[in-house]
């Protein structure tokens, strides 16, 4: 059985701040008081033996008179019938003890709704999704069409381009063949200069002339 650090003080005579410090020392928990194996320690500790309290001295009684004790019958408790009051009122003792009335809502109604909202919001989504997946579509086969068509296009230019260089060439070979042959026609009705066929007679030379 536990005893208190004041009782084992007074007991061994020594002070208590002493006895308090020495369990400090030795990690007692003193909480709840000293146990049996705490106080031997101590005893140990201090050379100290806890002297026991003295039994207190039984005061013999007065000679009574032999009427002085009487004894009678004693129901252990008076029973009453208790009944409840007429009109008694549950609620009212419920709202005495309680005070409070919790707000209530249909909250099936809330779920029903609240699948109602979620539903419109998930078709509006899909119906935004599914549109995007067609505007995606058209325009990725309408890059292709592009690519195909710009693919074409400087083929077919490449190929006009040559064609063009090469009807450029020939047209100039042409225009040049023509000039030339027009030159060679104009040449041939330029008059003949004098001498230039040997039939024209020379003319006198300054030492014939003399004689």
Known sequence: MNISLSKFAKAT????????????????????????AMVQQLEYEFDVVMTPPSPTQAIAPDILPSNFLQTSDLAPVQEHELQLPPGFDVSAMVRFFD???GDATDTRSLVAIADLALNAVETAMDTKVNEQRQKLTQAEQDAL???????????????????????AERQTNATQTAERLF???????????????GSSSPSPSPSSSAE
Do not use: W
């Open 183 to 197: 030159n060679d026609l104009m040449t041939l009705g330029k008059p003949a200069a004098p001498g230039a066929d």
């Open 13 to 36: 005579g020594l002070p208590k701040s002493s006895v308090y410090s020495r369990c400090q020392e030795l990690h007692f928990n003193v909480t709840n008081g000293l146990t049996p």
């Open 99 to 101: 005070g409070v009335t």
């Open 145 to 167: 069409t592009l690519a195909e068509k710009i693919s074409d296009a400087k083929t077919n230019l490449k190929v006009k381009a040559l064609e063009s260089r090469l009807l």
